[in-house]
């Protein structure tokens, strides 16, 4: 994988998008480009494009630059205490997650990282876990050449340099769900794959030999 691709990013939470910014730093085949609700900070020695936009104009965005790769964020974390102000905070409402992947579908991207939840079931009780269900269902159906659904517990740093709301429960390391998430965006194995915990750690072990790596699983397969 020599040629650099555009990998673009929105909705994501403010620690896992900025730990994807520091990790697009070494990894020169990506050209990271992120959609924001506001302006951030970008670290000393980044190079990434940065569009600010209301989410209901995302799509035109999309359309204009084109990227081979979508990570998305399926709604706000679980468990988060307080509000997540940041510009490159999750979109609340699903439902407009689903849109801007059709819009993407449409625009030419070829693959999608949906950042959903542990636990996540269209049947579940709980409403937050049941949208989230919901919305990997549809995503499911929009005709991506590949899907990775990543089912993280509630998200967590250790030592983080930057603000991060405080979180309950041991949680998923935000670190390793970005690793995860860049490995995941070097694959190229057509298919609909889930990781859920042991899978998200196993794909963010990989990520220095991920360009050069192939599932093993085919298809629809579970990882973790």
Known sequence: MSSRFRVAMGGVSEPV??????????QPQVRLVALTLGEIEVPRGSRMEVFIADADRWSRVMKAMRPKVLIVGLGPALNLVGKDDS????????????????????????????????????WSRDRHLSAKGKAETELSRLGFKRLDIVRPGPLSQRGGRRRISALRGRGTDVDTVAKALMTLSLRRTPGKFTHDGEGIDRAAG?????????DGAGPHAQEG
């Open 206 to 214: 990989m990520l220095s030999r991920a360009p050069a790596m192939k």
């Open 87 to 122: 510009p490159l905070r999750a979109i609340d409402e699903e439902e407009t997650v689903v849109e801007i992947a059709k819009t993407a579908r449409f625009a030419g991207v070829e693959r999608l990282i949906a950042i959903s939840s542990e636990g996540a079931d269209r």
């Open 17 to 26: 998008g900025y730990s994807l910014i520091e990790l697009a730093r070494h």
